[in-house]
């Protein structure tokens, strides 16, 4: 499996690294830029794998404030069996402040169990708040804290999924070049606070700008310990396509 990420990661940043010619934008929790993402995902656990195609709408309002919608198209299969169809619906809203090399960030996210099929969503409305810190290290290095919590308002199939009450506590640093392409490093701690279980995993992004506009990325995940299994790997790539 480490033998065909790194197949994949070379295949993808060969070609790009000859278009990067301007600084990464976009890469940064503090950039705070209007853009549209495709996100295509595969995560796979045990015997079974979802695998999503998610369109990203991401609205900055004054350089301070900002709105973003996401709706994934998913494909659950496993165990012998497999649905297709829409996922949930996240919508956030955001507001931050910079002073220095500083900037905070809170923001407040809803997730809408739009899902046609009970495998593709999570079968609840839930409220996510989230507070980051970033630290700009310099020009190129960046260095964040991001905690979030997913808390369930209503439960739409309580015999199906449990309720919601969990934390999500990363990690980022990241290194983004001035000729355009950049690395990120993601490690991050999932605990759920009905089971008392944890998950330990991280992830890696490399990245290019293609144009002044538009950046392309490939992320690979890998669960690294804990007595939750959420999954066993994921692999996102994902093109951004931003406002000047």
């Known amino acids: 499996m480490k033998k065909s990420v790194f197949y994949i990661l070379a295949i993808f940043m060969a070609p790009c690294a000859s278009m990067a010619a301007n600084d990464a934008r976009g890469i940064n929790p503090a950039d ?24 990203k709408f991401d609205r900055a309002i004054r350089k301070v404030f900002g709105v973003n919608a996401e709706l994934p198209l998913v494909r659950y299969s496993g165990y012998g069996h497999a649905e297709n169809g829409i996922g949930d619906l996240t919508l956030r ?6 002073w220095g090399r500083h900037t905070l ?3 407040t996210e809803f997730i809408l169990p739009t899902a046609t099929e009970d495998t593709l969503g999570v079968q609840q409305y839930t409220f996510d708040p989230i507070l980051g810190y970033v630290y700009s290290f310099g020009h190129n290095i960046f260095g964040a804290l991001v905690a979030k919590q ?6 739409t199939a309580p015999d199906f999924a449990p309720d919601m009450n969990q934390g999500q506590y990363r990690i980022l640093l990241g290194y983004a070049s001035n000729n355009g392409w950049w690395v990120l490093a993601d490690p991050q701690v999932w605990v759920n606070y009905e089971s008392g279980r944890q998950e330990f995993l991280a992830e890696i992004e490399l990245g290019t700008m293609l144009n002044k506009t538009t950046g392309a ?14 999954a066993d790997w994921t692999i996102l790539m994902g093109i951004r396509f931003m406002k000047f």
């Open 217 to 230: 990325w490939i992320r690979a995940g890998h669960r690294l310990g804990g007595n939750w299994e959420r």
């Open 32 to 55: 705070n830029l209007t853009k549209i993402e495709l996100l295509p995902q595969l995560r796979a656990v045990d015997d079974s794998s979802v695998s999503s195609l998610t369109l």
């Open 93 to 98: 809203g955001r507001a931050q402040h910079t």
């Open 105 to 107: 960030i809170g923001a």
């Open 150 to 155: 997913f808390i369930s308002l209503h439960n």
